[in-house]
Nanobody, 113 residues
């Protein structure tokens, strides 16, 4: 069982940037990895995924603003978030798209207007 630890969240003004990290306790190099977010009162949604070959897919609401990347040597997945909007406020989590592993604690991102 791989354990996931998310970090890098915080409070930022609209238009600002944050870089989230997801450290896995085991190798994730052959896995498609994804970032999810859950806003208050809403369902958790998948916002970005990266395949083992580096192919990236984004949900429309973050396309052009967020970039997912991975460092297989460090078993870490990143989410660079630019041009942040108040509607990006949520707790952010990583996992495989199929939710193979237990959820981590997530990292809170709060964007003020």
């Amino acid at each position: 069982q791989v354990q996931l630890v998310e970090s890098g969240g915080g409070l930022v003004q609209a238009g600002g940037s944050l870089r989230l990290s997801c450290a896995a306790s085991g190798s994730v190099s052959i896995s498609t990895m994804a970032w999810f977010r859950q806003a208050p009162g809403k369902q958790r949604e998948l916002v970005a995924r990266i395949f083992s070959d580096g192919t990236r897919i984004y949900v429309d609401s973050v396309k052009g603003r967020f970039t997912i990347s991975r460092d297989n040597a460090k078993n870490t997945v990143y989410l660079q978030m630019n041009s942040l909007k108040p509607e990006d406020t949520a707790v952010y989590y990583c996992n495989t798209p199929s939710i193979r592993w237990a959820w981590g604690q997530g990292t809170q991102v709060t964007v003020s207007s």
